[in-house]
Protein backbone atom coordinates (compact mmCIF):
# COMPACT_ATOMS: atom_id res chain seq x y z
CA UNK A 1 0.00 0.00 0.00
CA UNK A 2 1.73 3.02 -1.18
CA UNK A 3 0.72 6.68 -1.12
CA UNK A 4 -1.84 7.55 -3.17
CA UNK A 5 -2.40 11.25 -4.60
CA UNK A 6 -5.53 10.33 -6.35
CA UNK A 7 -7.53 8.79 -3.34
CA UNK A 8 -6.06 11.80 -1.19
CA UNK A 9 -7.02 14.64 -3.22
CA UNK A 10 -10.30 13.24 -4.60
CA UNK A 11 -12.33 15.04 -1.83
CA UNK A 12 -10.72 18.33 -2.24
CA UNK A 13 -11.48 18.31 -5.71
CA UNK A 14 -15.20 17.25 -4.66
CA UNK A 15 -15.48 20.41 -2.32
CA UNK A 16 -13.52 22.64 -4.82
CA UNK A 17 -16.20 21.51 -7.55
CA UNK A 18 -19.10 21.83 -4.77
CA UNK A 19 -18.28 25.07 -3.84
CA UNK A 20 -18.14 26.46 -7.11
CA UNK A 21 -21.37 24.26 -7.71
CA UNK A 22 -22.69 26.35 -4.91
CA UNK A 23 -21.70 30.11 -5.59
CA UNK A 24 -22.64 29.49 -9.27
CA UNK A 25 -26.22 28.99 -8.28
CA UNK A 26 -25.87 31.77 -5.97
CA UNK A 27 -24.59 34.45 -8.83
CA UNK A 28 -27.53 32.63 -10.74
CA UNK A 29 -30.58 32.99 -8.09
CA UNK A 30 -28.88 36.94 -7.52
CA UNK A 31 -29.25 37.34 -10.97
CA UNK A 32 -32.73 36.18 -11.18
CA UNK A 33 -33.64 37.81 -8.37
CA UNK A 34 -32.99 41.29 -9.77
CA UNK A 35 -34.55 40.94 -12.71
CA UNK A 36 -37.64 39.35 -10.86
CA UNK A 37 -37.78 42.73 -8.75
CA UNK A 38 -37.66 45.02 -12.06
CA UNK A 39 -40.21 43.08 -13.56
CA UNK A 40 -42.34 44.00 -10.40
CA UNK A 41 -41.74 47.92 -10.71
CA UNK A 42 -42.38 48.06 -14.45
CA UNK A 43 -45.33 45.89 -13.89
CA UNK A 44 -46.32 48.32 -10.54
CA UNK A 45 -45.69 51.00 -12.80
CA UNK A 46 -48.19 49.80 -15.59
CA UNK A 47 -50.78 49.10 -12.89
CA UNK A 48 -50.45 52.20 -11.24
CA UNK A 49 -50.66 54.27 -14.62
CA UNK A 50 -53.92 51.96 -15.85
CA UNK A 51 -55.63 53.06 -12.36
CA UNK A 52 -54.53 56.62 -12.88
CA UNK A 53 -56.32 56.10 -16.50
CA UNK A 54 -59.57 54.97 -15.31
CA UNK A 55 -60.28 57.76 -12.98
CA UNK A 56 -59.14 60.17 -15.87
CA UNK A 57 -61.48 58.96 -18.41
CA UNK A 58 -63.89 58.26 -15.50
CA UNK A 59 -64.00 61.95 -14.63
CA UNK A 60 -63.93 62.55 -18.08
CA UNK A 61 -60.18 63.61 -19.18
CA UNK A 62 -60.73 67.28 -16.86
CA UNK A 63 -58.10 69.49 -17.81
CA UNK A 64 -55.15 69.55 -15.09
CA UNK A 65 -56.97 66.35 -14.33
CA UNK A 66 -53.78 65.66 -11.85
CA UNK A 67 -54.23 68.98 -10.11
CA UNK A 68 -58.13 68.83 -9.92
CA UNK A 69 -57.90 65.47 -8.75
CA UNK A 70 -55.28 66.18 -5.69
CA UNK A 71 -57.51 69.54 -4.77
CA UNK A 72 -60.93 67.72 -4.94
CA UNK A 73 -60.26 64.03 -4.12
CA UNK A 74 -57.44 63.60 -1.66
CA UNK A 75 -57.88 64.68 2.04
CA UNK A 76 -54.57 67.20 3.12
CA UNK A 77 -51.53 65.56 3.11
CA UNK A 78 -52.00 62.45 1.47
CA UNK A 79 -50.58 62.21 -2.41
CA UNK A 80 -52.15 60.79 -6.05
CA UNK A 81 -50.28 57.63 -5.26
CA UNK A 82 -51.63 56.57 -1.87
CA UNK A 83 -54.50 57.22 -3.73
CA UNK A 84 -54.17 54.47 -5.87
CA UNK A 85 -52.49 52.30 -3.45
CA UNK A 86 -55.17 53.17 -0.23
CA UNK A 87 -57.80 53.91 -2.15
CA UNK A 88 -60.67 55.09 0.94
CA UNK A 89 -58.27 55.74 3.56
CA UNK A 90 -57.23 58.99 1.65
CA UNK A 91 -60.27 60.13 -0.30
CA UNK A 92 -62.15 63.35 1.65
CA UNK A 93 -65.38 62.17 3.78
CA UNK A 94 -68.06 63.60 1.26
CA UNK A 95 -66.65 60.98 -1.54
CA UNK A 96 -66.03 57.77 -0.02
CA UNK A 97 -68.82 55.96 -1.17
CA UNK A 98 -68.24 56.99 -4.50
CA UNK A 99 -65.27 56.47 -5.00
CA UNK A 100 -65.76 53.28 -3.13
CA UNK A 101 -68.33 51.90 -5.74
CA UNK A 102 -65.53 52.32 -8.76
CA UNK A 103 -64.71 49.20 -10.13
CA UNK A 104 -61.04 49.76 -10.55
CA UNK A 105 -58.18 47.74 -12.38
CA UNK A 106 -56.82 45.78 -9.38
CA UNK A 107 -52.79 46.78 -8.18
CA UNK A 108 -50.82 44.17 -7.99
CA UNK A 109 -50.52 42.79 -3.94
CA UNK A 110 -46.67 43.72 -4.14
CA UNK A 111 -47.59 47.71 -4.39
CA UNK A 112 -48.09 48.24 -0.54
CA UNK A 113 -47.86 50.01 2.63
CA UNK A 114 -44.18 49.11 4.31
CA UNK A 115 -42.77 49.87 6.90
CA UNK A 116 -39.08 50.98 5.81
CA UNK A 117 -35.93 52.77 6.94
CA UNK A 118 -36.52 55.73 4.26
CA UNK A 119 -38.12 58.92 4.84
CA UNK A 120 -40.90 58.53 7.56
CA UNK A 121 -40.23 55.10 8.12
CA UNK A 122 -43.91 53.67 6.40
CA UNK A 123 -44.09 54.31 2.86
CA UNK A 124 -45.39 52.83 -0.27
CA UNK A 125 -43.33 50.52 -1.56
CA UNK A 126 -42.40 47.89 -4.35
CA UNK A 127 -39.82 44.94 -5.03
CA UNK A 128 -38.39 45.95 -1.45
CA UNK A 129 -38.28 49.64 -2.83
CA UNK A 130 -39.90 52.60 -1.32
CA UNK A 131 -41.90 54.72 -4.16
CA UNK A 132 -41.09 58.27 -3.33
CA UNK A 133 -43.45 59.98 -6.08
CA UNK A 134 -46.03 58.97 -8.15
CA UNK A 135 -46.51 62.43 -10.24
CA UNK A 136 -47.11 63.86 -13.67
CA UNK A 137 -43.79 65.99 -14.33
CA UNK A 138 -44.04 69.38 -16.55
CA UNK A 139 -44.13 67.73 -19.95
CA UNK A 140 -47.36 65.85 -18.76
CA UNK A 141 -45.87 62.04 -18.24
CA UNK A 142 -46.66 60.27 -15.60
CA UNK A 143 -43.52 59.69 -13.04
CA UNK A 144 -42.96 56.87 -10.76
CA UNK A 145 -39.46 57.84 -8.80
CA UNK A 146 -38.00 54.97 -6.78
CA UNK A 147 -35.40 55.46 -3.69
CA UNK A 148 -32.38 53.29 -2.91
CA UNK A 149 -32.23 50.88 -5.83
CA UNK A 150 -29.97 48.77 -6.42
CA UNK A 151 -27.49 48.92 -9.37
CA UNK A 152 -28.30 45.37 -10.97
CA UNK A 153 -31.78 46.51 -10.62
CA UNK A 154 -31.46 49.27 -12.47
CA UNK A 155 -29.18 47.18 -14.80
CA UNK A 156 -32.05 45.33 -15.39
CA UNK A 157 -34.40 47.76 -15.63
CA UNK A 158 -31.98 49.38 -18.47
CA UNK A 159 -32.47 45.66 -20.45
CA UNK A 160 -36.71 45.64 -19.89
CA UNK A 161 -37.11 48.86 -21.18
CA UNK A 162 -34.70 50.08 -23.47
CA UNK A 163 -33.11 46.70 -24.22
CA UNK A 164 -29.48 48.01 -23.65
CA UNK A 165 -27.20 48.19 -20.13
CA UNK A 166 -25.51 51.52 -20.48
CA UNK A 167 -25.04 52.12 -16.82
CA UNK A 168 -23.87 55.24 -15.60
CA UNK A 169 -24.12 57.35 -12.37
CA UNK A 170 -27.13 59.73 -14.21
CA UNK A 171 -29.27 58.91 -17.29
CA UNK A 172 -32.26 61.50 -18.25
CA UNK A 173 -33.05 60.19 -21.49
CA UNK A 174 -35.64 57.66 -22.79
CA UNK A 175 -38.62 56.30 -20.31
CA UNK A 176 -35.73 55.15 -17.26
CA UNK A 177 -34.10 58.17 -15.68
CA UNK A 178 -31.80 57.12 -12.45
CA UNK A 179 -29.06 59.15 -10.99
CA UNK A 180 -26.58 57.69 -8.30
CA UNK A 181 -27.26 59.24 -4.64
CA UNK A 182 -25.26 58.35 -1.53
CA UNK A 183 -28.14 55.65 -0.48
CA UNK A 184 -28.13 54.01 -3.93
CA UNK A 185 -29.78 54.86 -7.34
CA UNK A 186 -32.71 56.79 -7.45
CA UNK A 187 -35.04 55.59 -10.17
CA UNK A 188 -37.75 56.90 -12.08
CA UNK A 189 -39.92 55.42 -14.34
CA UNK A 190 -41.81 57.76 -17.61
CA UNK A 191 -44.32 56.84 -19.33
CA UNK A 192 -45.11 56.27 -23.03
CA UNK A 193 -47.94 58.96 -23.21
CA UNK A 194 -48.18 62.20 -21.82
CA UNK A 195 -51.64 63.78 -19.93
CA UNK A 196 -53.13 66.76 -20.92
CA UNK A 197 -51.36 69.90 -18.75
Known amino acids: MGFNLKNKALPWVMVAAVIIGVSYGVSQCS ?5 YTANQLTGAFIALNAKYSYLDEHFGNVPHFYKALNQALIKENYSVLELLVLDEKVVVDDSVDDYAG ?13 H ?5 HVAITVGGYPVVEYAQNDDGYMVMTLAQVSQNTVEALEQIIDGVTLLENENTKGHLHYR ?3 MGFEVSLLSDIPYPL
Not at 31 to 35: D, L, Q, T, V
Open 31 to 35: IYAEK
Open 102 to 114: LSFPTLPSYIHEH
Open 116 to 120: TQYGA
Open 180 to 182: LTS
